[in-house]
């Protein structure tokens, strides 16, 4: 997957099914505390955050069940797959994360990792509130009907 974001980011991994299962609030962006190996594996483009999520540990957000996979010519220097990675925010936008999702009772799921203009690589964590499956059925038919009424505007013409 290495399509281009809009800005002239690249893409490295996306969580598509995050918009179809979770009500949107409010996304940020943040830096990722990777390793070497983690980098390189990362632009190899074979990485999964489908079913990653992000928490507050201490007065810290770390992501987990990330999956990375390992670096084939790193051989003994190599990183855990799954292992909890930091997140590099400013703190009061970590506070204020804290606080919706102790509070709230929210999550945090991140949407993308991307690598920035100056190759570092970044992550978009979303604010979610969970569907449940009738607001789930409505997105679908939503974006069915979405899908018929482009095709109808198409023949129209």
Same mark, same amino acid.
């Given at each position: 997957?290495?399509?281009?974001? @809009?800005g002239?980011?690249?893409? =490295?991994?996306?969580?598509?099914?995050?918009? %179809?299962?979770?009500?949107?609030?409010d $996304?940020?962006e943040?830096?990722?505390?990777?390793?070497?190996?983690e980098?390189?594996?990362?632009?190899?483009?074979?990485?999964?955050?489908? !079913?990653s999520y =992000? =928490?507050?540990?201490g007065d810290?957000? %770390?992501?987990?069940?990330?999956?990375?996979?390992?670096?084939?010519q790193?051989?003994? %220097?190599?990183?855990?797959?799954?292992?909890?990675?930091?997140?590099?925010?400013?703190?009061k936008?970590?506070h204020?994360?804290? @606080?919706a999702?102790?509070? !709230? @009772?929210?999550?945090?799921?991140?949407? !993308?990792?991307? %690598?920035?203009?100056?190759?570092?690589?970044?992550? $978009?964590?979303?604010?979610?509130k969970?569907k449940?499956? =009738?607001?789930?059925?409505?997105?679908?038919?939503?974006?069915?009907w979405?899908?018929?009424?482009s095709?109808?505007?198409?023949?129209? !013409?």
């Amino acid at each position: 997957m290495t399509a281009e974001k @809009g800005g002239g980011h690249r893409l =490295a991994a996306e969580n598509r099914k995050a918009r %179809f299962s979770y009500h949107i609030v409010d $996304t940020w962006e943040a830096g990722i505390q990777l390793t070497g190996t983690e980098i390189k594996s990362l632009r190899g483009g074979r990485s999964n955050i489908t !079913d990653s999520y =992000a =928490a507050p540990y201490g007065d810290e957000i %770390f992501l987990y069940n990330c999956y990375i996979p390992e670096y084939l010519q790193a051989n003994r %220097f190599n990183h855990e797959t799954r292992r909890p990675r930091r997140l590099l925010m400013h703190r009061k936008e970590i506070h204020k994360l804290m @606080g919706a999702v102790e509070r !709230d @009772g929210m999550t945090l799921v991140p949407l !993308d990792i991307h %690598f920035n203009d100056k190759g570092r690589a970044k992550i $978009t964590l979303a604010l979610v509130k969970g569907k449940n499956a =009738a607001d789930k059925r409505e997105t679908e038919k939503e974006r069915e009907w979405n899908r018929e009424k482009s095709r109808l505007m198409k023949y129209r !013409d």
